[in-house]
């Protein structure tokens, strides 16, 4: 909801402001005289309409006055008073923004804001994961940091060196000047050393990031009331994981290609290619890999595609198949356009497949972000039984000057429309992004 649904008539030219205190979300609109405010409203009736409020629209209502951003500022730390669905938006940057400034479109809207991020600047970054509000970024020395694009929160996730089978080379004076990348450890191995493995290959500091990072996924830990971070990596598609403050990543039991996580019922679970779906509970003193399924039964159809493992209305799993062609338009490669979009039920105990035809009030968002199903009911914004897609993880370190496979797909006869005006051209890659005012205490970790 939005205070044009008040009917509040003054209020959309009261929300064009952005004074300084609040220059994340700049608009290029000129000010209104402060005479022409309305009278202040008691603090209820203002926590009553922000609580209605999807977040662009609420941190934009706290540049208004004092008074508002006080009441903003209540809210943002009593999360509990704030429980407002948001709507996605997609994340991407511009050229002509900055290299440090992102923008958010927002679906809800149909707007743009720009939002400044903290160094090093968003553009040198790729973008490997979003989930919760938080989007997971690695920097030019391949580092990850966790950013909530909202309130500029970064944290830094343990240090790349520390993942399994990865090795730093040093020069003289101590600084990291390449990386070796050894064979993933298998079953037997026992501990973290490199004996009886071989080393793969070398690469500097600011492209080890392109043959490392797949994907990550960031999911609450209801352990300790902060988060866990998923990290699918090379070689071969393993998993790792860390929750906010460890010093290491964890190596989870071997198991390789995978390409999807999910959080459900305090377990995580790990779907590959091949239909294998691993369970892990990461709250065990000793965590052990227990296989679901260890195959599904694919002979129902064509699954050539990007496949996605998404959380279904009813809280079952589907398995969705993206199906794309390729267009010759002279660039450096062919384009790729989302076409086709299949879906099936996945029924664990007949380790098999259900087809299903559309989502009927049910819109899906697909891309590097963690997939969700959402009802339209609930988003009434959103298109039912669409599918709203970004580029998939290959678009994260390839392609930087070609048009992006962003759009949204009808499930009832396959047609796809452009999201808003084609200027995705934008490096890095767009990602969706749910906004949160969520803000972690560090001090907790030291």
């Given at each position: 909801?939005?205070?044009?649904?008040?009917?509040?008539?003054?209020?959309?030219?009261?929300?064009?402001?952005?004074?300084?205190?609040?220059?994340?979300?700049?608009?290029?609109?000129?000010?209104?005289?402060?005479e022409?405010?309305?009278?202040?409203?008691?603090?209820?009736?203002?926590?009553?309409?922000?609580?209605?409020?999807?977040?662009?629209?609420?941190?934009?209502?706290?540049?208004?006055?004092?008074?508002?951003?006080?009441?903003y500022?209540?809210?943002?730390?009593?999360?509990?008073?704030?429980?407002?669905?948001?709507?996605?938006?997609?994340?991407?940057?511009?050229?002509?923004?900055g290299?440090?400034?992102?923008?958010?479109?927002?679906?809800?809207?149909?707007?743009?804001?720009?939002?400044?991020l903290?160094?090093?600047?968003?553009?040198?970054?790729?973008?490997?994961?979003s989930?919760?509000?938080?989007?997971?970024?690695?920097?030019?020395?391949s580092?990850?940091?966790?950013?909530?694009?909202?309130?500029?929160?970064?944290?830094?996730?343990?240090?790349?060196?520390?993942?399994?089978?990865?090795e730093?080379?040093?020069?003289?004076?101590?600084?990291?000047?390449?990386?070796?990348?050894?064979?993933?450890p298998?079953?037997?191995?026992?501990?973290?050393?490199?004996?009886?493995?071989?080393?793969?290959?070398?690469?500097?500091?600011?492209?080890?990031?392109?043959?490392?990072?797949?994907?990550?996924?960031?999911?609450?830990?209801?352990?300790?009331?902060?988060?866990?971070?998923?990290?699918?990596?090379?070689?071969?598609?393993?998993?790792?994981?860390?929750?906010?403050?460890?010093?290491?990543?964890?190596?989870?039991?071997?198991?390789?290609?995978?390409?999807?996580?999910?959080?459900m019922?305090d377990?995580?679970?790990?779907?590959?290619?091949?239909g294998?779906i691993?369970?892990?509970?990461?709250?065990?003193?000793?965590?052990?890999?227990?296989?679901?399924?260890?195959?599904?039964?694919?002979?129902?159809?064509?699954?050539?595609?990007?496949?996605?493992?998404?959380?279904?209305?009813?809280?079952?799993?589907l398995?969705?198949?993206r199906k794309?062609?390729?267009?010759?338009?002279?660039?450096?490669?062919?384009?790729?356009?989302?076409?086709k979009?299949?879906?099936?039920?996945?029924?664990?105990?007949?380790?098999?497949?259900?087809?299903?035809?559309?989502?009927?009030?049910?819109?899906?968002?697909?891309?590097?972000?963690?997939?969700?199903?959402?009802?339209?009911?609930?988003?009434?914004?959103?298109?039912?039984?669409?599918?709203?897609?970004?580029?998939?993880?290959?678009?994260?370190?390839k392609?930087?000057?070609?048009?992006?496979?962003?759009?949204?797909l009808?499930?009832?006869?396959?047609?796809?429309?452009?999201?808003?005006?084609?200027?995705?051209?934008?490096?890095?890659?767009?990602?969706?992004?749910?906004?949160?005012?969520?803000?972690?205490?560090?001090?907790?970790?030291?």
């Open positions: 909801m939005s205070f044009g649904q008040f009917g509040l008539t003054a209020l959309p030219k009261l929300l064009s402001l952005s004074p300084d205190s609040l220059q994340k979300f700049r608009e290029d609109l000129p000010r209104i005289p402060t022409t405010l309305l009278p202040e409203l008691p603090q209820d009736v203002l926590m009553d309409i922000f609580s209605l409020l999807e977040i662009p629209d609420l941190v934009r209502a706290a540049s208004v006055c004092s008074s508002w951003c006080s009441a500022t209540f809210l943002r730390s009593h999360p509990e008073l704030y429980r407002r669905p948001q709507t996605p938006c997609l994340f991407y940057t511009s050229e002509s923004a290299d440090s400034v992102a923008c958010l479109y927002s679906l809800a809207e149909k707007r743009v804001y720009s939002l400044t903290p160094d090093p600047p968003i553009r040198s970054r790729h973008l490997v994961g989930s919760h509000g938080w989007l997971v970024t690695a920097d030019d020395k580092e990850l940091h966790l950013v909530n694009a909202i309130t500029a929160q970064q944290i830094a996730l343990p240090s790349v060196i520390t993942l399994d089978s990865v730093p080379i040093f020069d003289i004076a101590g600084t990291i000047v390449n990386y070796e990348v050894w064979e993933a298998d079953d037997s191995d026992s501990d973290t050393e490199m004996v009886g493995r071989e080393m793969l290959f070398h690469a500097p500091p600011d492209e080890l990031r392109n043959h490392i990072y797949k994907s990550a996924f960031v999911f609450p830990d209801p352990s300790t009331g902060s988060y866990i971070v998923v990290l699918i990596h090379g070689p071969g598609r393993q998993l790792s994981f860390a929750r906010v403050g460890d010093r290491n990543w964890t190596l989870l039991p071997p198991g390789w290609e995978y390409e999807q996580c999910i959080y019922d377990l995580l679970y790990a779907s590959t290619r091949s294998r691993d369970a892990f509970d990461l709250t065990s003193p000793t965590i052990t890999r227990n296989i679901i399924s260890d195959e599904i039964d694919y002979s129902i159809g064509d699954h050539w595609g990007h496949l996605y493992f998404v959380q279904g209305p009813c809280g079952g799993l398995e969705v198949c794309s062609g390729l267009l010759d338009a002279g660039y450096e490669e062919p384009i790729q356009k989302t076409d979009i299949l879906l099936h039920k996945i029924d664990i105990a007949a380790k098999g497949l259900v087809k299903i035809n559309g989502l009927h009030d049910h819109v899906l968002f697909l891309g590097r972000s963690q997939s969700q199903c959402l009802s339209a009911e609930e988003y009434p914004q959103l298109k039912a039984n669409s599918v709203y897609f970004t580029d998939g993880d290959e678009c994260n370190w392609y930087k000057n070609i048009p992006r496979d962003i759009g949204i009808n499930l009832e006869n396959d047609s796809t429309e452009e999201i808003a005006s084609p200027f995705w051209c934008s490096w890095p890659s767009p990602i969706w992004i749910t906004p949160s005012l969520t803000v972690m205490n560090l001090s907790l970790y030291k």
